[in-house]
T-cell receptor, first 115, second 119 residues
Framework: DTGVSQDPRHKITKRGQNVTFRCDPI?????LYWYRQTLGQGPEFLTY????????KSRLLSDRFSAERPKGSFSTLEIQRTEQGDSAMYLC?????????????FGSGTRLTVV | AQKVTQAQTEISVVEKEDVTLDCVYE???????LFWYKQPPSGELVFLIR??????QNEISGRYSWNFQKSTSSFNFTITASQVVDSAVYFC????????????????FGQGTTLQVKP
């Protein structure tokens, strides 16, 4: 297991299109997090899952955003009707609840550009 | 409310100088964790350190050292004898442990400090 994988690494889309990103956590990790990082800012929490249950969503996660983790393994983040303000790096992280923050691992991120 | 402030937006030093990156945090909880991450131009977040609120001992790891002071809610990071490879954006982050929900693992990041080390 080589870590948290995110796909794609880069995505360019036209305004108004839908996009979907995927995150594959470390296999034994039951918690998965999504963050958004805009240029010049720190990452901001969007949502997190414990197994397949989405336990918390930030107010940043507008109704155009939806995240799923259907079988408690990989997760997808979909943005509908993209806007230029959605351009950002989307980071995924995972950890094992039982080990808490010790195993917290970030992926390399998906960089979204909306043109 | 929880908040992390990194007041220094950009710092520029010449190689071999020492540099300190400041981090001030706000939290309601008595139990929490503090982190430092490095983000090089490639974009990935590189974990540097995690410290819990009950451990105020300063830590040194090679050229890196951290000064945690609960009295001033600060967790500062010093790089001794800086090198060009230290050039990156550095983030301080906070994770709370609330009496009701425990530690959710949600991280609150500061805005980051861009460090440029010139040869």
């Amino acid at each position: 297991d080589t870590g948290v994988s995110q796909d794609p690494r880069h995505k360019i889309t036209k305004r108004g299109q839908n996009v979907t990103f995927r995150c594959d956590p470390i296999s034994e990790h039951n918690r998965l997090y999504w963050y958004r990082q805009t240029l010049g800012q720190g990452p901001e929490f969007l949502t997190y899952f414990q197994n397949e249950a989405q336990l918390e969503k930030s107010r940043l996660l507008s109704d155009r955003f939806s995240a799923e983790r259907p079988k408690g393994s990989f997760s997808t983040l979909e943005i509908q009707r993209t806007e230029q303000g959605d351009s950002a790096m989307y980071l995924c992280a995972s950890t094992k609840r039982e080990t808490g923050l010790k195993s917290y691992t970030f992926g390399s991120g998906t960089r979204l550009t909306v043109v | 409310a929880q908040k992390v402030t990194q007041a220094q937006t950009e710092i520029s030093v010449v190689e071999k100088e020492d540099v300190t990156l400041d981090c001030v945090y706000e939290t309601r909880d008595t139990t929490y964790y503090l982190f430092w991450y490095k983000q090089p131009p490639s974009g990935e977040l590189v974990f540097l350190i995690r410290r819990n609120s009950f451990d105020e001992q300063n830590e040194i790891s090679g050229r890196y050292s951290w000064n945690f002071q609960k009295s001033t809610s600060s967790f500062n990071f010093t790089i001794t004898a800086s090198q060009v490879v230290d050039s990156a954006v550095y983030f301080c982050a906070l994770s709370e442990v609330s009496p009701l929900s425990g530690n959710t693992g949600k991280l609150i990041f500061g805005q980051g400090t861009t460090l440029q080390v010139k040869p």
